[in-house]
């Protein structure tokens, strides 16, 4: 019997890290459920340049912000499944979506902070718990954490400490859901040149080329050294790979 297509939900998949994996992950013949926030155009322009390629995603409303919408929206990935690929589950989940809030220790606002960890902790977490029932045993889920969890740079004491909490969590999903066959690692890239806190990675020359004096292979991280390390780390030939911190950065501030 021919195998069935793998499948896997990226969230924040309209722009930056989450679509150049949708994309990397849609190269590897995989189906994706590319989901966005604010930018509907944008995550339908994925879809567009999957099945372009030959790929099948389908695109779905997400604020990972807001917890009270879980329900619903698993409701809506299994009408989703259901209606494109005719099955019941999907294999590997990417918990990608994200902001980045620059402020001091001293400057950082109760409300940037409450903001940071609804998306990067508590959406994740409660997300993730959700949709168990609709990840497949022997499934695989992948967690995005930042190099500044290990890199203490000025201006990022939230972002980074939740960040931190990602990687804790990740073990202990990877403990529990291990019984499942399920493999959870966390993914941390370096600074990479996307849309990300203001595009300033990208757009700053003097960040730019700070970082890239930092950086090992000299140069600050584009989204496609980030994708295919996500996509491969998802292949079968990464199955033994687990509760692991992968750093993708080009070997920043060794
Ligand atoms: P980006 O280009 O700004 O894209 C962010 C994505 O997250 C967008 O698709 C956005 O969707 C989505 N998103 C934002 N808020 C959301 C919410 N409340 N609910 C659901 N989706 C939401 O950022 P990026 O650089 O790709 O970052 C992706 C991940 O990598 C984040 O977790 C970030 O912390 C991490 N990271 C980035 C860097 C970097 O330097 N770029 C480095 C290390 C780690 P809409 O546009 O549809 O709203």
Known sequence: MEEKAKIALVTGASRGLGKNTALALAKKGIGVIVTYCSSEAEANSVVSAIAKIGGQAVALHLDTSDTKTFEDFVVKVKQSLQ????????????????????????????????????????????????????????????????????????????????????????????????????AVNVVAPGAIETDFGGGAVRDNPEINSFIASQTALGRVGVPDD?????????????????????????????
């Open 83 to 182: 209606d494109n690929w005719q099955t019941e589950q999907f294999d590997f989940l990417v918990n990608n979506a994200g902001i980045g809030v620059y402020a001091t220790f001293a400057e950082t606002t109760e409300e940037d902070f409450d903001r940071l960890m609804n998306i990067h902790v508590k959406g994740v977490f409660f997300l993730t718990q959700k949709l168990l029932p609709l990840i497949k045993d022997g499934g695989r889920i992948v967690n995005l954490s930042s190099g500044l969890a290990r890199i203490t740079l000025p201006g990022y004491a939230a972002y980074a400490s939740m960040k931190g909490a990602i990687e804790v969590l990740t073990r202990y999903m990877a403990k529990e859901l291990g019984s499942r066959q399920i």
């Open 226 to 254: 980030i994708g295919g390390a996500i996509a491969s780390l998802l292949s079968e030939e990464n199955r033994w790979v687990n509760a692991q911190r992968i750093e993708v950065s080009g070997g920043q501030s060794l």
